[in-house]
């Protein structure tokens, strides 16, 4: 496959392994101490649930095994198989983790803020933005009588950065808006 995956079984630990970048330390947050306040934008936000303090520790340790059986795989793969690794796919993942973590586990509110929403945000926009350009220029090449017309409106937010930025800065005025009424 184009992105070096042998198999369904290959994308299904490349996908779990990156949404547990970002679920685990979330979960940690929500085992935190009682007198521990969510402080997502720093806005005043509240925990929708909690959980008991006592995962705190099985929490943290998954989120570091997960990505060592990850990485495990990549190098057995390398040395047994000869497949050499994605390093794309190995930055994206070191960006997850590390952003994630460092996000969730700062006590800064600078810094828990910048990682969160600079870094995260912005980096998650441009992989967006390029991966769904070079794929829907593939298609409208390969195959333009299969697109529907959500396959052109699509084609429309990523034609150009500015109209993709704004369309995402649009949808971040409507959650903003909806943080603030309801």
């Known amino acids: 496959a184009r992105t070096g995956e042998r198999g369904f079984a ?4 490349d ?7 970002a679920a685990l330390p979330i ?3 929500h085992a935190s101490r009682p007198e521990h306040h969510l402080r997502w934008f720093d806005a005043g936000e509240d925990f929708l649930f909690r959980l ?17 059986l990850w ?16 390093m794309g796919k190995l930055w994206i993942m070191a960006m997850q983790y590390t952003i994630w973590f460092v996000s969730v ?10 990682f969160h929403n600079v870094c995260h945000g912005i980096a998650s926009m441009v992989l967006v933005h390029h991966v769904v350009r070079r794929r829907l220029l593939a298609w409208r090449k390969q195959r333009p009588e299969t697109m529907s017309w959500t396959d052109h409106l699509n084609e429309a937010a990523i034609s150009s950065p500015l109209s993709y930025v704004g369309l995402m800065v649009g949808l971040a005025m409507v959650e903003e808006f909806c943080w603030e009424f309801f």
């Open 27 to 29: 979960l940690r947050e």
């Open 71 to 86: 990485l495990s795989r990549l190098l057995k793969q390398f040395l047994v198989d000869g497949k050499p690794p994605n």
């Open 105 to 114: 586990e700062s006590d800064h509110q600078l810094i828990g803020l910048a």
């Open 15 to 21: 996908y779990w392994t990156c949404m547990a970048g």
């Open 52 to 68: 008991p303090m006592r995962l705190q520790g099985p929490l943290f340790a998954v989120n570091v095994l997960v990505p060592l």
């Open 10 to 13: 290959d994308h299904q630990w």
